[in-house]
């Protein structure tokens, strides 16, 4: 049981340069959400969906896209990398609105 | 609008000593949740705790206890006899139920430091 799987751990980008964070959760779960967290600032939230094709956005959006085609996968998109989106992020699931989220490994992202 | 604050950003105590994390938070709903997540060194996030708005027993589990008081709208986390283990980041988290959308609103966390 893998629960929330995000890949890669690490990555190191240029400025400029675009990357897809994969989110993957085997638990069937209906909510799915992007986290970024940055010191001092606990974790805010980037993007949500509440279902297979439908997605919103949260409290920072600007520089990220998502899409939600299946149940499965929530990947994030870095359209063009900035060194302001240097952070760890980290993906979550929950079955029902309300439960408890559960939180992939994260990954932590540098931008030069 | 919905905030969360820890105004405790670092705590240290000796192994064996009570420690109470500090949560206090602003909604305008009625109902709402609130969260209480660790996060060890190692990184993950463990969720500990949800409560919601209409529940106000104080709840304990094991060394770990919850004291909510919607009169001063707080959700202290309390440790009793700390351990080393207990290192971590503590985050408390809100999410209110109008809208449906699930968003958790997080605190900036308190870093416990347990000495041995």
């Known amino acids: 049981n893998a629960g929330v799987t995000q890949t890669p751990k690490f990555q190191v980008l240029k400025t400029g340069q675009s990357m897809t964070l994969q989110c993957a959760q085997d638990m069937n779960h209906e909510y799915m959400s992007w986290y970024r967290q940055d010191p001092g600032m606990g974790l805010r939230l980037i993007h949500y969906s509440v279902g297979a094709g439908i997605t919103d956005q949260g409290e920072v959006p600007n520089g990220y896209n998502v899409s939600r085609s299946t149940t499965e996968d929530f990947p994030l998109r870095l359209l063009s990398a900035a060194p302001s989106q240097t952070s760890v992020y980290f993906c979550a699931s929950s079955s029902r609105i309300y439960q408890p989220q559960h939180f992939g490994d994260g990954t932590r992202l540098s931008i030069l | 609008a919905q905030k969360v604050t820890q105004a405790q950003t670092e705590i240290s105590v000796v192994e064996k000593e009570d420690v109470t994390l500090d949560c206090v938070y602003e909604t305008r709903d009625t109902t709402y949740y609130l969260f209480w997540y660790k996060q060890p060194p190692s990184g993950e996030l463990v969720f500990l705790i949800r409560?919601?708005?209409?529940?106000?027993q104080n709840e304990i589990s094991g060394r770990y206890s919850w004291n909510f008081q919607k009169s001063t709208s707080s959700f202290n986390f309390t440790i009793t006899a700390s351990q080393v283990v207990d290192s971590a980041v503590y985050f408390c988290a809100l999410s209110e139920a109008r809208g449906a959308t699930n968003k958790l609103i997080f605190g900036t966390g308190t870093l416990l430091a347990v000495q041995p």
């Open positions: 409560r919601n708005s209409f529940d106000e």
